[in-house]
């Protein structure tokens, strides 16, 4: 399987602040066929279930506030936000589609500082 | 809109089985792929596997950790998804989520707790 592991496993941001969270996989997760990134950011906020920001590595999912932004290729993948706001405290997770199996990072815990 | 909705989940005892189910709707079922992903308590996000929907045939990926252990099906005349799980282990309490990955849309979640 295919490991995916996130940096740092939190981080405390102050608002108004740019936030970056780190996922790296063990082997590619870029199609060479279709040149696409196989990876997605979910944003998990208390007693809910996670909620789609990113898929194909920087596609933005619809509704989601132009401050997320994703970017990366091949095993190194970054989820920004740019600028941090009260609603955006969440556990975040990455997780690569390419391979059968579909693991998840470890998570990301953001903070307010 | 679409909606799913996971049931069957409660309190076993270790070694016992439990049947979840996943119910659809707001879709055409049996087009898409459907997954099944667990969170134990505090901790994080841990993929099950997926079965096939549409030319597939309802064929299955599973994470090598559950493989032989959980089971996926379908019923796509139901809308509904399934997860078998058996010879449950105290580790195995969590939260089971179904998802359609395609469009990223989760379940609220179904708890199964194993203890004796």
């Known amino acids: 399987d295919i490991v995916m592991t996130q940096s740092p496993d939190s981080l405390a941001v102050s608002l108004g602040e740019r936030a970056t969270i780190n996922c790296k996989s063990s082997?590619?997760?870029?199609?060479?066929?279709?040149?696409?990134?196989?990876l997605a950011w979910y944003q998990q906020k208390p007693g809910q279930p996670p909620k789609l920001l990113i898929y194909?590595?920087?596609a933005r999912e619809s509704g989601v506030p132009d401050r997320f932004s994703g970017s990366g290729s091949g095993t190194d993948f970054a989820l920004t936000i740019s600028s941090l706001q009260p609603e955006d405290v969440a556990v975040y997770y990455c997780?690569?589609?390419?391979?059968?199996?579909?693991?998840f990072g470890q998570g990301t815990k953001l903070e307010i500082k | 809109e679409v909606q799913l909705v996971e049931s069957g989940g409660g309190l076993v005892q270790p070694g016992r089985s439990l049947r979840l189910s996943c119910t659809a709707s707001?879709?055409?079922?049996?087009?898409?792929?459907m997954s099944w992903v667990r969170q134990a308590p505090g901790k994080g996000l841990e993929w099950i596997g997926f079965?096939?929907?549409?030319?597939?045939?309802?064929?299955?990926e599973y994470a090598a950790s559950f493989k032989g252990r959980f089971t996926l099906s379908r019923d796509d005349s139901k809308s509904i998804a399934y997860l078998q799980m058996n010879s449950l282990k105290t580790e195995d309490t969590a939260l089971y989520y179904c998802?359609?990955?395609?469009?990223?849309?989760w379940g609220q979640g179904a708890l199964v707790t194993v203890s004796s």
């Open positions: 998802l359609r990955q395609s469009g990223g849309y």
């Open positions: 707001g879709f055409t079922f049996g087009e898409y792929t």
């Open positions: 079965i096939r929907g549409g030319v597939d045939g309802a064929t299955t």
């Open positions: 082997q590619s997760v870029l199609n060479s066929s279709n040149k696409m990134n196989y």
């Open positions: 194909w590595a920087s």
């Open positions: 997780q690569q589609y390419y391979s059968p199996s579909y693991t």
